[in-house]
């Protein structure tokens, strides 16, 4: 128990300092000014308003033709639902394709659905309605409740810890971390701390304080810096620059603060490794936490072994699953190149889709070391052999046991 809270007090400390420099203030380069894009800083028409509508009425689909493109719009009422001109309602043309050559087709809008409308007002008082696109946010949170729901249906009071582990590491991501990047705090600081603090809140929360616990922050940590540093090293090696179509876009939208893009892959190697990381280290730790129940004077070095064993058949699933994910996310983009033809080695020099590569592999190297390190953790925590007797004559407070 003492090495439990030995461990844990050097964990607590390390990840306060982490935690200290993402909310300190850097005078240097920020202040308490508040940021905003370029577009903000263009002079904008009070006569444009954004607001929500509902579609009251649905009539056929035409194609529009402006000088050599032929867009499909869909003509549509729509009732202002908020704002300075609620209850007012407009006719309008909602346009349907999305590329010139209308392969790619939005869904046609239904009575009912719920749109964002943008008004415009000439200078003789004229409005003009044009539908934006559909909203979706209330049926995204009515995804993400039926996902809670299920969680608690399957898990039970655990399912219950897991929703209250869950809110907490998306509150951490978008406080310290997303913000804290965004004022301009240093995005290795940010992700490493947010990280840790995710790590250990999450496990607290679920398991509460024991050595399995601290097994599974200390391996999980473990992991996700050994994703960090093959990162760093590897994107140092190929010349990353993190210059991406999102990164780009990013920075022209940006004119108040420049954002180190290599930092910003690492942060985003760093997290997307955390929950995969997070996942094995805890498998590990909960495993050999039932041996040691069942055996109690297994020893150190078998416990370690049957660490490894069990790990061994986690790394071939939990491996997949990053790559796939990884390759999900690219998919479109791969399929881009190859109409392009090019072959898998031009395509794997892209510097996009080398970011995509390099981040799958760091992580899955991530939660391959997630296995030796909960191992060997667990088994030096547990290394004491300790035996229960079923019959001893040395009784305290009603329990038989002795230690040796």
Known sequence: MKKTIFVLVIFILI????????????????????????????????????????????????????????????EVKVEIVEGEYIGEEFETAYTLSYDIEGKI????????????????????????????????????????????????????????????????????????????????????ISSIGTSMLVILGTFIIIGGFSKKITTAAIGTLGGVVSAGLMALIFNHLAKMSGACEDAIQLSVSMSAINFDFR???????????????????????????????????????????????????????????????????????????????????????KETIAEQVISAIAGSMGVIYTVPITSFIYSILNKDRVIYKKNSENRIDGKRSLKI
């Open 263 to 349: 930092d910003l892959l690492f942060a985003g190697i760093i997290v997307s490794a955390l929950g995969a990381c997070m996942d094995v280290g805890m498998s590990i730790a909960s495993s050999l936490d039932e041996i040691k129940m069942k055996k109690s004077d297994i020893t150190w070095t078998e416990l370690f072994k049957s660490g490894m064993n069990i790990g061994r058949d986690v790394i071939g699933t939990m491996t997949n699953t990053l790559i796939l994910a990884y390759v999900g996310g690219s998919l479109t983009l791969i399929l881009l190149f190859m109409a392009c033809n090019m072959n898998i080695v031009e395509i794997l020099n």
């Open 15 to 74: 990840m306060n300092f982490l935690a200290i420099n993402v909310f300190a203030t850097e005078t240097g380069t920020t202040d308490n000014t508040e940021y905003s894009n370029d577009a903000e800083l263009i002079e904008s028409s009070d006569s444009v308003t954004d607001t929500y509508g509902k579609i009251i009425e649905v009539k056929g689909t035409k194609e529009v033709k402006t000088g050599t493109v032929v867009d499909k719009v869909q």
């Open 105 to 188: 087709m939005a869904y046609e809008l239904e009575v009912g659905d719920k749109v964002l409308v943008q008004l415009s007002e000439d200078s003789e008082g004229n409005v003009t309605a044009t539908v934006q696109d559909v909203v979706r946010s209330g049926y995204i949170i009515g995804m993400f409740v039926v996902f809670l729901l299920s969680i608690v249906l399957v898990g039970g009071k655990k399912g219950i810890k897991a929703i209250l582990g869950l809110l907490y590491t998306i509150v951490l991501i978008y406080l310290i971390m997303i913000k804290g990047i965004f004022k301009g705090d240093n995005a290795i």
